[in-house]
Nanobody
Framework: VQLQASGGGSAQPGGSLRLSCEVSGLSLGLRYYAIGWFRQAPGKEREGVSCASSSVGDGRIYYSDPVSGRFTISRDDAKNTMFLQMNNLKSEDTAVYYC???????????????????WGQGTLVTVSS
């Protein structure tokens, strides 16, 4: 299984970026998996950003408090691709962002990296003026 993240780069505060993550090698396809985005800032532990239940599940979507209202997670199961739209970026959003296929999406676990089954390689997002 491979997850290829892209779309990272530099943005100014208040700007936007859209991350993509193409998934290959899942025998049943992405639609049967919950998905998540995580990030790791320099000197900090990896933390969850957002998760969404599988497309055959109940459609739950959760966001961590720091990004709620600014970030949007989505998926295109036909293309086995997940996305993270990031708006109104702040300097504290600077981090390496990782996509993952995860075991489940629960409000209590949105920030828990231990639910990840497969990880992408990470893409760097830098927010500065």
């Amino acid at each position: 299984v491979q997850l290829q993240a892209s779309g990272g780069g530099s943005a100014q505060p208040g700007g936007s970026l859209r991350l993509s993550c193409e998934v290959s090698g899942l025998s049943l396809g992405l639609r049967y998996y919950a998905i998540g985005w995580f990030r790791q800032a320099p000197g900090k532990e990896r933390e969850g950003v957002s998760c969404a239940s599988s497309s055959v599940g109940d459609g739950r979507i959760y966001y961590s408090d720091p990004v709620s209202g600014r970030f949007t997670i989505s998926r295109d199961d036909a293309k086995n691709t997940m996305f993270l739209q990031m708006n109104n970026l702040k300097s504290e959003d600077t981090a390496v962002y990782y996509c993952a296929a995860i075991k489940w999406c629960l409000e209590s676990d949105v920030a828990d990296p231990s639910v990840a089954v497969y990880w992408g390689q990470g893409t760097l997002v830098t927010v500065s003026s």
